[in-house]
């Protein structure tokens, strides 16, 4: 019948290149299949049966189904291009040079001691980990139990497959490459429309492919193939081979993954050489996903050899593989005779098809007859025989009688289809059961969205092919173009009989009856469930983990669910399906993260000078920003460092890059009353030329920003937020203005990365300032603190600030960002004599809490108001009105019991953020009454100190409280938050 | 001091060119005011018509003005006019019921042209650059490789990309990468 490497290979037939061999590996065994082969047809050409264990009771598994609906051929596989833990064997391409291993079994798939499990079946029913291992902690047997389940071993050293992303729209998306699909794109193809029809497999045609029926006077496969070269040349027309459509979403979104394979060669690897993840946009679609072949429940029906008559016939139409030498089918309805009459033509001995209809069609019974094949009507297979192969089946009357032994050495089952309703279930339509098909069939559509073939309900060819003119006219006519030229050709196909549902056998040991083929889910464990008031489909779902494996129940749920209503004397529609969520299979979250890997994690965002500071030896934090921390040239480690920069900024000079600070434009008539309705502080006084410092609230009061606020003249002023909140106050001005203040006049420009911004702070920052040569005065009189200066220096624009964050003379120099670098060199060079230094984060978050400054986020929580922090004679001064005013006057404001922002010196040990201020003096455990939120080792004062909001702080100075943190107790003096230079004379200076 | 760009260098392929385009200066337009009752004498004083919808890019001799939101527009210019812009601006509208911001440096332009040009952008962005997506003449604010940038369609395969300048190393990176 084959050759003796590929013993289950067909003489002749199957879409495989039988000139191209290509060699592979299955544990270690080295194995031989072609070109077009996927895994799974190759291992089963050369009698490969076995290919998985179950995961509970690691029972035998061999191929139940050909594609994505398997749920038992895991594997892992490493190609030319990579390495994948867990994939099924036949949704994947065999490439020469495969390596192939199974992913379950110890220490062998053969010899697998798991299967022990088996015989404490009894003992381990559904819901077994929901009851034991409680005691004494889950997380004892955690590692024993995690190492006998799961699915393939992630290698952290593989090479990832390379990933690309794509970005698309279209006008229609065709999502299956079947009947349907083809009939409908061929329809839309002279239409003008941009189309893209996406098929997960390699060749379009769907069942086609393995289909005897005729299409237009020709095999349907050859119509197919036709109709494929028709669409590659059609310009408007995309197909998408080798792509799934992985998820559904609002708008008509859609993510694709698309793989690239490559059969290997001496030049080229073989494998999956890249993947693309799609977004694709479309304005109509149409659902041609076809249906997955369901199997039928009985005792034993898990037993290698059974498999689902769609597989077995297109593993022979496509793949030229016979499952089986002697191949016995169980049906419903009319799919298995065609799965017969397929294994006879490919000289497989059939020695019988049993079906549980009395009265199948007359035309099949003949040709059953004429090939001297029984056919047992009426009857249904209750059983099976063999080891981990099967090797016979027992089949009685329906309704019992005398049994028959049946040798068989494969067993092809249908049990109906079930509709690929997942995409519509992902925008959030309910599937609705459907009894004349035995089926659960499309809910509501999404707008748009048209459903053809088996996606809409089980049919015929031909009524499929009506319904995608049908759909292709309906989205001509929405799309006002041409309808369709494009004709359903005619259907050679015999008429066909209904189905008959059949959910389970009559007659066996529910515990051997098997639901879930890859959770081990049988009809016992649903009764159990159901005894136990599981009865919702969700929690039967939850409980059982019906549905749960990585094939998320295509073949399992259906089954599940109808056994659940008749156990609970429900109809289908009454218990509805699970919810079906992206992705419809598996992703590799490689393929979703595509570039956001390395450096490219995330956007980074970087300073003008970036270079610069990375030559002067910066260590670099993400503040939202990539922000110098410290400098390596400022000491040896980080705490010499922020140590030596500190001492420069209260000796000479500090260099600081402030250039993320926020700068927003406020312009216009009425850009004073604008901003003063956003801070607590009175702005409308604000005199050109002078800065003032302030807070945002919300309209809870509640602090959400500080920063100063420059008056450049009456009509324009400079908003200057915190860097992390500088995109969010410009955004909330603009909300404000857009949808309560539309009458005030006011233009507001964000212009944060145009500017560059250095400050220079310390005793030498004057003459550091003037050694720039700007045009204009920098004297005490001329330039006082909280002022501001527009100028030039060299011809180039400057904005220079005098204010300071670290109580010593200050200015920010800002100029545009393209001279940051420029300006930089010149502060580096001109305080080199004078030993100034780079000041990194660490240092400058230092400096200000010796100074007792706010820093928002540390010092604020969610609750802090102005009147925590010291600023309620600010807030009692403002009469004018401001968001969060009213919050700020009533009483839980005013309350003195709220935590309030306050100093702490350490009188023993270092106190650290976090730690808790133990009330009343106590010992932990007891109340807690605040907490650090600021601390630090000053070198200036010699002392831990720290900033803390605690309640009652600010009638508390001068006691003494304990603060626990991390084991240990810190005694520590309630002071005032400035503690360094509390008469301003430095920063005056 | 020295000036020095955002970017370097950025990779190129047969297909591709791409380019950090120099030798503009922009100013950002704020109205406080609807764009109706300014956009005539805004227009004169920039020396070229500003949109008054989003996606057209109005071109003038040798500016360009580029609609950004109801009340903001983008005019590039050649940098030896930026400050007369400026002033003539602060001129027409002395109460700033429109603002001129300087916004040379806000931004780097990438010049991004070849045959490989829309794949390259399709790998990072959402919008359609289809003929009716992103017309020949349109700029659109989008997102691209996870960032806010501008997309000018400056022809059949030739784009102009302006991102943040902070984030202008980033964009090259993932450039690169693709």
């Given at each position: 019948?084959?050759?003796?490497?590929?013993?289950?290979?067909?003489?002749?037939?199957?879409l495989?290149?039988?000139?191209?061999?290509?060699?592979?590996?299955?544990?270690g065994?080295?194995?031989?299949?072609?070109?077009?082969?996927?895994?799974?047809?190759?291992?089963?050409a050369?009698?490969?049966?076995?290919?998985?264990?179950?995961?509970?009771?690691?029972?035998p598994?061999?191929?139940?189904?050909?594609?994505?609906?398997?749920?038992?051929?895991?594997?892992?596989?490493?190609?030319?291009y990579?390495?994948d833990?867990?994939?099924r064997?036949?949704?994947?391409?065999?490439?020469?040079?495969?390596?192939?291993?199974?992913?379950?079994?110890?220490?062998s798939l053969?010899?697998?001691?798991?299967?022990?499990?088996?015989?404490?079946?009894?003992f381990?029913?559904?819901?077994?980990?929901?009851k034991?291992?409680?005691?004494?902690?889950?997380?004892?047997?955690?590692?024993?139990?995690?190492?006998?389940?799961?699915?393939?071993?992630?290698?952290?050293?593989?090479?990832?497959?390379?990933?690309?992303?794509?970005?698309?729209?279209?006008?229609?998306?065709?999502?299956?490459?079947?009947?349907?699909g083809?009939?409908?794109?061929?329809?839309?193809g002279?239409?003008?429309?941009r189309?893209?029809?996406?098929?997960?497999?390699?060749?379009?045609?769907?069942?086609?492919?393995?289909?005897?029926?005729?299409?237009?006077?020709?095999?349907?496969?050859?119509?197919?193939?036709?109709?494929?070269?028709?669409?590659?040349?059609?310009?408007?027309?995309?197909?998408l081979?080798?792509?799934?459509?992985?998820?559904?979403?609002?708008g008509?979104?859609?993510?694709?993954l698309?793989?690239?394979?490559?059969d290997?060669?001496?030049?080229?690897?073989?494998?999956?050489?890249?993947e693309c993840?799609?977004?694709?946009?479309?304005?109509?679609?149409?659902?041609?996903?076809?249906?997955?072949?369901?199997?039928?429940?009985?005792?034993?029906?898990?037993?290698?050899?059974?498999?689902?008559?769609?597989?077995?016939?297109?593993?022979l139409?496509?793949?030229?593989?016979?499952?089986?030498?002697?191949?016995?089918?169980?049906?419903?309805?009319?799919?298995?005779?065609?799965?017969?009459?397929?294994a006879?033509?490919?000289?497989?001995?059939?020695?019988?098809?049993?079906?549980?209809?009395?009265?199948?069609?007359?035309?099949?019974?003949?040709?059953?007859?004429?090939?001297s094949?029984?056919?047992?009507?009426?009857?249904?297979?209750?059983?099976?025989s063999?080891?981990?192969?099967?090797?016979g089946?027992?089949?009685?009357?329906?309704?019992?009688?005398a049994?028959?032994?049946?040798?068989?050495?494969?067993?092809?089952?249908?049990?109906?289809?079930?509709?690929?309703?997942?995409?519509?279930?992902?925008?959030?339509s309910?599937?609705?059961?459907?009894?004349?098909?035995?089926?659960?069939?499309s809910?509501?559509?999404?707008?748009?969205?048209?459903?053809?073939?088996?996606?809409?309900?089980?049919?015929?060819?031909?009524?499929?092919?009506?319904?995608?003119?049908?759909?292709?006219?309906?989205?001509?006519?929405?799309?006002g173009?041409?309808?369709?030229?494009?004709?359903?050709?005619?259907?050679?196909?015999?008429?066909?009989?209904p189905i008959?549902?059949?959910?389970?056998?009559?007659?066996?040991?529910?515990?051997?009856?098997?639901?879930?083929?890859?959770?081990?889910?049988?009809?016992?464990?649903?009764?159990?469930?159901?005894?136990?008031?599981?009865?919702?489909?969700?929690?039967?779902?939850?409980?059982t983990?019906?549905g749960?494996?990585t094939?998320?129940?295509?073949?399992?749920?259906?089954?599940?669910?109808?056994?659940?209503?008749?156990?609970?004397?429900?109809?289908?529609?009454?218990?509805?399906?699970?919810?079906?969520?992206?992705?419809y299979?598996?992703?590799?979250?490689?393929?979703?993260?595509?570039?956001?890997?390395?450096p490219?994690?995330?956007?980074?965002?970087?300073?003008?000078?970036?270079?610069?500071?990375?030559?002067?030896?910066?260590?670099?934090?993400?503040?939202?920003?990539?922000r110098p921390?410290?400098y390596?040239?400022?000491?040896?480690?980080r705490?010499?460092?922020?140590?030596?920069e500190?001492?420069?900024?209260?000796?000479?000079?500090?260099?600081?890059?402030?250039?993320?600070?926020?700068k927003?434009?406020?312009?216009g008539?009425d850009?004073?009353?604008?901003?003063?309705?956003?801070?607590?502080?009175?702005?409308?006084t604000?005199?050109?030329?002078?800065?003032?410092?302030?807070?945002?609230?919300?309209?809870?009061?509640v602090i959400?920003?500080?920063?100063?606020?420059?008056?450049?003249d009456?009509?324009?002023?400079l908003?200057?937020?915190?860097?992390?909140?500088?995109?969010?106050v410009?955004?909330?001005?603009?909300r404000?203005?857009?949808?309560?203040?539309?009458?005030?006049?006011?233009?507001?420009?964000?212009?944060?990365?145009?500017?560059?911004?250095?400050?220079?702070?310390?005793?030498?920052?004057?003459?550091?300032?003037?050694?720039?040569?700007?045009?204009?005065?920098?004297?005490?009189?001329?330039?006082?603190?909280?002022?501001?200066?527009?100028g030039?220096?060299?011809?180039?624009?400057?904005?220079?600030?005098?204010?300071?964050?670290?109580?010593?003379?200050?200015?920010e120099?800002?100029?545009?960002a393209?001279?940051?670098?420029?300006?930089?060199?010149?502060l580096?060079?001109?305080?080199?004599?004078?030993?100034?230094?780079?000041?990194?984060?660490e240092?400058?978050?230092?400096?200000?809490?010796?100074?007792?400054y706010?820093?928002?986020?540390?010092?604020?929580?969610?609750?802090?108001?102005?009147?925590?922090?010291?600023?309620?004679?600010?807030?009692?001064?403002?009469?004018?009105?401001?968001i969060?005013?009213?919050?700020?006057?009533?009483?839980?404001?005013?309350?003195?019991?709220r935590?309030?922002?306050?100093?702490?010196?350490?009188?023993?040990?270092?106190?650290?953020?976090?730690?808790?201020?133990?009330?009343?003096?106590?010992m932990?455990?007891?109340?807690?009454?605040?907490?650090?939120?600021s601390?630090?080792?000053?070198?200036?004062?010699?002392?831990?100190?720290?900033?803390?909001?605690i309640?009652?702080?600010?009638?508390?100075?001068?006691?003494?409280?304990?603060?626990?943190?991390s084991?240990?107790?810190?005694?520590?003096e309630?002071?005032?938050?400035?503690?360094y230079?509390?008469?301003?004379?430095?920063?005056q200076? | 001091?020295?000036?020095?760009?955002?970017?370097t260098?950025?990779?190129?392929?047969?297909?591709?060119?791409?380019?950090?385009?120099?030798?503009?200066?922009?100013?950002?337009?704020?109205?406080?005011?609807?764009?109706?009752?300014?956009?005539?004498?805004?227009?004169?004083?920039?020396g070229?018509?500003?949109?008054?919808?989003?996606g057209?890019?109005?071109?003038?001799?040798?500016?360009?003005?580029m609609?950004?939101?109801?009340?903001?527009?983008?005019i590039?210019?050649?940098?030896?006019?930026?400050?007369q812009?400026?002033?003539?601006?602060?001129?027409?509208?002395?109460?700033?019921?429109?603002?001129?911001?300087?916004?040379?440096?806000?931004?780097?332009?990438?010049?991004?042209?070849?045959?490989?040009?829309a794949d390259?952008?399709?790998?990072?962005?959402?919008?359609?650059?289809?003929?009716?997506?992103?017309?020949?003449?349109?700029?659109?604010r989008?997102?691209?490789?996870?960032?806010?940038?501008?997309i000018?369609?400056r022809?059949?395969?030739?784009?102009?990309?302006?991102?943040?300048?902070?984030?202008?190393?980033?964009?090259?990176?993932?450039?690169?990468?693709?």
């Amino acid at each position: 019948m084959a050759a003796p490497s590929n013993p289950y290979r067909v003489g002749e037939g199957g879409l495989i290149d039988r000139t191209r061999p290509l060699a592979f590996h299955f544990n270690g065994q080295r194995m031989q299949g072609y070109a077009g082969d996927t895994v799974a047809s190759a291992l089963i050409a050369n009698g490969v049966s076995l290919i998985a264990r179950s995961f509970k009771y690691h029972r035998p598994r061999g191929f139940l189904g050909s594609g994505l609906e398997d749920p038992n051929a895991m594997v892992e596989i490493r190609d030319g291009y990579g390495f994948d833990a867990a994939v099924r064997a036949g949704q994947v391409r065999l490439a020469a040079g495969m390596q192939v291993r199974s992913v379950s079994g110890w220490p062998s798939l053969n010899f697998d001691i798991g299967a022990l499990a088996g015989y404490a079946a009894k003992f381990i029913k559904a819901g077994f980990y929901y009851k034991t291992f409680m005691w004494p902690n889950w997380h004892l047997y955690e590692p024993l139990i995690r190492r006998t389940t799961g699915f393939g071993r992630v290698d952290a050293n593989a090479r990832p497959h390379p990933r690309r992303q794509h970005h698309a729209t279209c006008d229609v998306l065709i999502i299956g490459g079947g009947a349907a699909g083809i009939a409908t794109a061929s329809a839309l193809g002279g239409s003008g429309l941009r189309v893209i029809l996406a098929d997960d497999q390699p060749q379009l045609g769907g069942s086609l492919l393995w289909s005897d029926i005729e299409i237009g006077g020709t095999s349907a496969a050859a119509w197919a193939g036709d109709r494929q070269a028709a669409l590659d040349g059609a310009a408007a027309v995309q197909v998408l081979t080798d792509t799934v459509v992985t998820g559904a979403y609002e708008g008509n979104m859609f993510t694709l993954l698309q793989s690239f394979h490559t059969d290997g060669s001496p030049e080229a690897p073989g494998g999956i050489a890249s993947e693309c993840l799609w977004k694709l946009r479309a304005g109509s679609v149409v659902l041609a996903t076809g249906s997955v072949e369901r199997p039928l429940v009985f005792a034993g029906n898990d037993r290698p050899g059974v498999m689902l008559a769609s597989a077995v016939r297109k593993y022979l139409a496509v793949h030229g593989v016979a499952p089986a030498r002697e191949l016995a089918v169980f049906t419903n309805n009319d799919a298995g005779y065609a799965a017969a009459f397929a294994a006879l033509k490919a000289g497989v001995r059939v020695p019988a098809v049993i079906d549980v209809r009395d009265a199948p069609p007359k035309e099949f019974m003949q040709r059953l007859a004429a090939a001297s094949v029984r056919c047992i009507t009426g009857a249904e297979v209750i059983g099976t025989s063999g080891g981990r192969q099967l090797d016979g089946i027992t089949v009685v009357p329906l309704g019992g009688g005398a049994r028959q032994h049946i040798r068989c050495d494969g067993l092809a089952l249908s049990g109906g289809a079930t509709p690929l309703v997942h995409l519509t279930a992902h925008r959030g339509s309910k599937p609705v059961y459907k009894a004349d098909v035995a089926a659960f069939v499309s809910g509501d559509l999404p707008e748009d969205w048209h459903a053809v073939g088996d996606a809409c309900s089980p049919c015929s060819l031909s009524e499929a092919l009506t319904q995608a003119h049908d759909a292709a006219r309906a989205i001509c006519r929405r799309e006002g173009v041409a309808a369709p030229e494009f004709s359903p050709p005619d259907v050679a196909q015999t008429p066909g009989l209904p189905i008959q549902a059949h959910w389970r056998a009559g007659t066996g040991n529910p515990s051997d009856m098997f639901v879930d083929f890859q959770n081990d889910v049988t009809v016992q464990d649903i009764e159990l469930a159901v005894l136990e008031g599981y009865v919702s489909v969700e929690h039967l779902k939850r409980y059982t983990t019906l549905g749960m494996g990585t094939d998320q129940g295509r073949t399992s749920n259906i089954n599940g669910l109808a056994i659940l209503a008749a156990l609970t004397g429900r109809d289908m529609s009454e218990v509805g399906t699970t919810t079906f969520r992206p992705p419809y299979t598996a992703v590799r979250l490689g393929a979703i993260a595509g570039d956001r890997q390395g450096p490219l994690f995330r956007p980074e965002r970087l300073i003008p000078a970036h270079a610069l500071h990375v030559r002067a030896g910066a260590v670099f934090e993400d503040f939202g920003w990539q922000r110098p921390d410290w400098y390596r040239s400022n000491g040896a480690d980080r705490e010499a460092a922020v140590r030596a920069e500190m001492a420069a900024v209260r000796s000479t000079l500090g260099i600081f890059d402030g250039s993320p600070l926020g700068k927003i434009e406020i312009s216009g008539p009425d850009a004073a009353a604008f901003l003063d309705r956003f801070y607590v502080s009175n702005l409308r006084t604000l005199k050109p030329g002078r800065i003032r410092y302030s807070v945002m609230t919300g309209e809870d009061g509640v602090i959400f920003d500080d920063g100063v606020v420059t008056c450049v003249d009456e009509t324009l002023y400079l908003a200057g937020p915190t860097s992390a909140h500088a995109d969010e106050v410009a955004n909330r001005l603009e909300r404000w203005r857009q949808t309560e203040w539309p009458e005030l006049r006011v233009g507001i420009a964000s212009v944060t990365s145009n500017w560059a911004s250095f400050a220079v702070a310390g005793p030498r920052a004057r003459t550091t300032l003037a050694a720039l040569q700007p045009d204009f005065d920098v004297s005490n009189a001329a330039f006082p603190h909280m002022s501001y200066r527009a100028g030039r220096i060299d011809g180039i624009p400057v904005r220079v600030s005098r204010i300071s964050f670290t109580g010593e003379l200050q200015y920010e120099i800002n100029v545009p960002a393209r001279y940051g670098q420029g300006l930089m060199r010149r502060l580096m060079d001109i305080s080199e004599p004078a030993c100034g230094r780079l000041i990194g984060m660490e240092a400058w978050l230092r400096l200000r809490l010796e100074k007792g400054y706010l820093h928002v986020g540390s010092d604020t929580n969610g609750r802090t108001t102005p009147l925590d922090i010291g600023m309620a004679r600010v807030v009692a001064g403002k009469h004018a009105d401001f968001i969060g005013k009213r919050s700020l006057a009533l009483a839980y404001a005013q309350s003195a019991d709220r935590e309030q922002l306050v100093g702490l010196r350490a009188e023993s040990g270092q106190l650290r953020v976090g730690g808790r201020v133990l009330a009343d003096g106590a010992m932990p455990p007891c109340r807690t009454e605040g907490y650090v939120t600021s601390a630090c080792h000053s070198p200036t004062l010699g002392i831990s100190i720290g900033l803390a909001l605690i309640e009652r702080g600010h009638s508390r100075l001068g006691e003494r409280v304990r603060i626990f943190d991390s084991g240990t107790i810190v005694d520590a003096e309630i002071c005032p938050p400035v503690f360094y230079d509390p008469e301003n004379e430095r920063l005056q200076a | 001091m020295q000036s020095r760009s955002a970017l370097t260098s950025v990779p190129m392929g047969d297909d591709l060119d791409i380019y950090e385009e120099t030798g503009h200066a922009h100013v950002l337009c704020t109205a406080a005011l609807d764009a109706g009752i300014i956009a005539a004498p805004l227009g004169r004083a920039l020396g070229v018509d500003v949109p008054l919808a989003p996606g057209p890019v109005m071109v003038g001799e040798d500016r360009a003005a580029m609609w950004l939101s109801p009340r903001s527009w983008l005019i590039r210019l050649p940098e030896a006019a930026e400050d007369q812009v400026m002033q003539a601006v602060l001129a027409r509208f002395p109460e700033r019921t429109v603002h001129a911001s300087r916004y040379s440096d806000q931004l780097c332009w990438l010049g991004i042209e070849g045959a490989a040009s829309a794949d390259l952008l399709a790998a990072g962005g959402f919008i359609s650059l289809e003929r009716d997506g992103l017309p020949i003449g349109h700029i659109k604010r989008t997102l691209f490789a996870d960032v806010p940038v501008l997309i000018w369609r400056r022809a059949q395969s030739d784009w102009s990309v302006a991102v943040e300048r902070s984030r202008a190393g980033y964009l090259a990176a993932w450039i690169a990468r693709i």
